[in-house]
């Protein structure tokens, strides 16, 4: 069955600090890959999003993820977390011809100790 | 801002009662998916539009319908509303070749329903 894991359901970090957040998923075939960000009461914001070639992949607000078929992986990471990062994240899979399968993680709870 | 809007941003229906969602594509976008997220959840797919057609389906029953206009906006109704449908609605607007490449999706906003 095709799914997304974020293990984390909750991370409090301090500013300043590095911050990697979690996702596997279970596909039949190599996806597409996402991570958005959502603050409370908004919609949703993309971040970064994997298609193909290099496996490290750059987004937005200074944060980059790695794509690893071996794991079924592709977590989130960020050198230095600020106040404003303070969010959901959600991990989404979908396929490469259309989007009617775009399946979404649970989400991560990020919170940041000034 | 993604350019998608929605409205309204917030809206209290009783169960039963029918309710009308809309959203607006990004200029030039000819692609809308509606997603139901819970709270504390991440969201899921209802259904996508591509050029005024249902161009795919989630695991929501028939109650669930919309309509994609010649601009691209769109809308989503729900019938015999549950208490269970109280939830976030997302649209999102994606630019799209038939059956070809998937593209970046854009997010509104949102809105809220609450069933009483």
């Known amino acids: 069955a095709q799914s997304v894991t974020q293990p984390d359901i909750h991370i409090t970090v301090s500013e300043g600090a590095s911050l990697e957040l979690r996702c596997n998923y279970s596909y039949g075939a190599t996806p597409y890959l996402f991570w958005y960000v959502q603050s409370p009461g908004q919609g949703l914001q993309l971040l970064l999003k994997y298609f193909s070639g290099d496996t490290l992949v750059q987004g937005i607000k200074g944060f980059e993820a790695e794509f690893k078929r071996s794991q079924s992986s592709f977590n989130l990471r960020k050198p230095s977390v600020h106040w404003s990062d303070a969010a959901e994240y959600f991990c989404?899979?979908?396929?490469?011809?259309?989007?009617?399968?775009?399946?979404f993680g649970p989400g991560t709870s990020l919170s940041v100790i000034p | 801002e993604t350019g998608v809007t929605q409205s309204p941003t917030h809206l209290i229906k009783t169960r039963g009662q029918q309710v009308t969602l809309r959203c607006s594509s990004q200029?030039?976008?000819?692609?809308v998916s509606w997603y139901q997220q819970a709270l504390g959840q991440g969201p899921q797919f209802i259904f996508q539009y591509y050029r005024e057609e249902e161009n795919g389906r989630g695991n929501f029953p028939p109650r669930f319908s919309g309509l994609q206009f010649p601009n691209y906006s769109s809308e989503l109704n729900v019938n015999a509303l549950e208490l269970d449908d109280s939830a976030l609605y997302l649209c999102?607007?994606?630019?799209?070749?038939?059956?070809?490449?998937?593209?970046?999706?854009?997010f509104g906003p949102g809105t809220r329903l609450l069933v009483l």
């Open positions: 989404a899979v979908g396929p490469k011809t259309s989007y009617d399968k775009v399946i």
């Open positions: 200029s030039g976008h000819n692609t």
């Open positions: 999102a607007s994606s630019l799209e070749g038939w059956g070809g490449r998937a593209k970046t999706q854009y």
